[in-house]
């Protein structure tokens, strides 16, 4: 009797350590990309609602790069390859995808920046990350990105030497799927959106 109090008592031990170590797997992802966003470890750029100070006279530049999972049936890309814009200026970029599909499809973004070392200096304040983008077959659409660079790049001995940045974003069907392929737990966080309209009239204004 007494041994199989002790056998119920270990099994229970061992059930509550595996809960807790799932529990804990699922923490890590979540965990991580708040410590990124914080640190910019990872090439996770800043999201702290920073207002860009303005043009500071220094050029960086940002080249643009998309990638779409072998599992969504898209074409994806940016509208442009790279610009040139003064450090602490905002700046807005589109990136475009078109459903090569015969049914409507879903996808859901994700971005980074590179190298991973200047991502408390990028600061992202509107893009179309983390959200369910359904595209009806061989609809194109086109997807806004505001930014700016930090003027402090140039005065951190670790990044004074970058010239150029590099925005990445990946198109998946499902959080799943990016998860599988690794890049959730490097991804960055949703910013908030912005209408295509609105970045259009606010690449005007720049």
């Known amino acids: ?7 119920w ?39 702290t609602g920073a207002v860009a100070p303005g043009a500071s006279g220094q050029i960086i530049r940002v080249r643009f790069n998309a990638d779409t999972d072998p599992g ?5 890309a940016p509208d442009q390859n790279e610009v040139s814009l003064n450090l602490g200026d905002e700046q807005v970029a589109f990136y475009h995808a ?6 409507p ?18 600061h992202k304040t509107a ?15 086109e997807f806004p990105v505001s930014f700016w660079v930090d003027p402090a790049i140039r005065t951190d001995p670790n990044t004074a030497d970058i010239k150029v940045i590099t925005l990445s974003y990946t198109f998946f069907r499902s959080l799943e ?6 890049a959730l737990a490097k991804a960055g966080p949703h910013v908030g959106p912005m209408s295509a309209a609105e970045a259009v009239e606010k690449s005007k204004s720049n």
């Open 1 to 7: 009797m007494a041994t199989n109090r002790r056998n």
């Open 9 to 47: 008592m270990l099994g229970g031990v061992v059930a509550a350590v595996m809960a807790a170590m799932t529990g804990m797997s699922f923490a890590a992802i979540p965990l991580y990309r708040m410590f990124c966003a914080a640190t910019g470890f990872g090439g996770t750029p800043d999201i």
């Open 72 to 76: 969504l049936p898209w074409a994806f």
């Open 98 to 103: 078109s459903n090569r599909s015969s049914r």
């Open 105 to 122: 499809v879903t996808g859901m973004a994700l971005y980074n920046v590179t190298p991973e070392k200047v991502g408390k200096y990028f």
């Open 127 to 141: 893009c179309f990350c983390f959200n369910k983008q359904t595209l009806s077959p061989n609809q194109n659409m």
């Open 177 to 182: 799927d990016a998860e599988r392929s690794g």
